[in-house]
């Protein structure tokens, strides 16, 4: 099993920059990829970036150029490094986790960590 637990969430104002860690522990090294989600009130929870299988990334438009995943395999941590927020970026932000089993894979996801931008 993989467990993960993120961190780093806030209120900031408009235009500021926040950092969200995810720190994956357990059977860090069936993990297959990983990346942070997204979910505003009354939305669904929608991808902001993430790590795939094959190492490349991926980037919700609205986010790119604004928002960094990065990863230190020493500490089986992922980062969303945040700037230029906007008021449409309020949401509670969750770790995923994927785990690669001879069945399939598994998703693993964290409490969510809220972040919220004034404007």
């Known amino acids: 099993q993989v467990q993960v637990v993120e961190s780093g969430g806030g209120l900031v104002q408009a235009g500021g920059s926040l950092r969200l860690s995810c720190a994956a522990s357990?059977?860090?090294?069936?993990?297959?990829?990983m990346g942070w989600y997204r979910q505003a009130p009354g939305k669904q929870r929608e991808l902001v970036a993430a790590?795939?299988?094959?190492?490349?990334?991926n980037y919700a438009d609205s986010v790119k150029g604004r928002f960094t995943i990065s990863r230190d395999n020493a500490k089986n941590t992922v980062y969303l490094q945040m700037n230029s927020l906007k008021p449409e970026d309020t949401a509670v932000y969750y770790c995923?986790?994927?785990?690669?089993?001879?069945?399939?894979?598994?998703?693993?996801w964290g409490q969510g960590t809220q972040v919220t931008v004034s404007s």
């Open positions: 995923n986790a994927v785990e690669l089993r001879p069945g399939g894979e598994l998703d693993y």
């Open positions: 357990g059977s860090v090294f069936s993990i297959n990829a």
């Open positions: 790590f795939t299988s094959g190492g490349s990334t």
